[in-house]
């Protein structure tokens, strides 16, 4: 079993709002990622939670916000976003840092 | 410089046809590089998986590393219409970092 769930699968919020993404893995993976991808680019890494710690924050705005609660668990928190943060995010996990990931569905996201 | 070079395409193969993806890396102490099959409005789906130099063979597919010339490929033979996709090369470079290549959109012609 490879899955890994997001929810949810579509997102509309204003530029006030806040709200979040949740992801969830079942496969006893040490390493989360959270990934954005705008149409016809590939997906650009924001964030690595290795052993649920923060490991690695690509320079992304304070406006994301992860957590990872448990090693089965990441949240992205949002708050305040733009219109162009609009774009598909994924989620992904592996077994440990640098092997094989595996992505969620994901969740697209629309900032009015 | 980016981390991770693919011919962006797009690549047109005849059922049947072998299609061959190729992607390049500056970093010299990546160590992991994979290959994902992304179709429109879904996420990537992980085909191939390689650490080490030489062929590794999954059923039509077969990726190549050659880390002298830091060179991955991906040959697909038999190609088929479902096999039309974006093809995505990624590299493990420096621990935790990944990152993907611009993709290859491939369509296998009827």
């Known amino acids: 079993d490879t899955e890994v769930t997001q929810t949810p699968k579509h997102l509309v919020m204003g530029m006030t709002n806040k709200k979040s993404l949740k992801c969830e893995q079942h496969?006893?993976?040490?390493?989360m990622y959270w990934y954005k991808q705008k149409a016809k680019k590939p997906p650009e890494l924001m964030f690595v939670?290795?052993?649920?710690?923060?490991?690695i924050n690509e320079s992304v705005p304070s406006r994301f916000s992860p957590e990872c609660p448990n090693s089965s668990l990441l949240n992205l928190h949002l708050h305040a976003l733009q219109p162009e943060d609009s774009a598909l995010y994924l989620c992904a996990s592996s077994q440990d840092p640098g092997r094989d990931q595996y992505f969620g569905a994901g969740t697209r996201l629309s900032v009015l | 410089q980016k981390e991770v070079e693919q011919n962006s395409g797009p690549l047109s193969v005849p059922e049947g046809a072998i299609a061959s993806l190729n992607c390049t890396y500056s970093d010299r102490g990546s160590q992991s590089f994979f290959w994902y099959r992304q179709y429109s409005g879904k996420s990537p789906e992980l085909i191939m998986s390689i650490y080490s130099n030489g062929d590794k063979e999954d059923g039509r597919f077969t990726a190549q590393l050659n880390k002298a010339s830091q060179y991955v490929s991906l040959l697909i033979r038999d190609s088929q219409p479902s096999d039309s996709a974006t093809y995505l090369c990624?590299?493990?470079?420096?621990?935790?970092?990944?990152?993907f290549g611009t993709g290859t959109s491939l369509t296998v012609i009827p």
């Open positions: 939670y290795s052993y649920e710690k923060l490991s």
């Open positions: 496969m006893g993976h040490r390493a």
């Open positions: 990624a590299g493990g470079i420096r621990g935790n970092q990944f990152y």
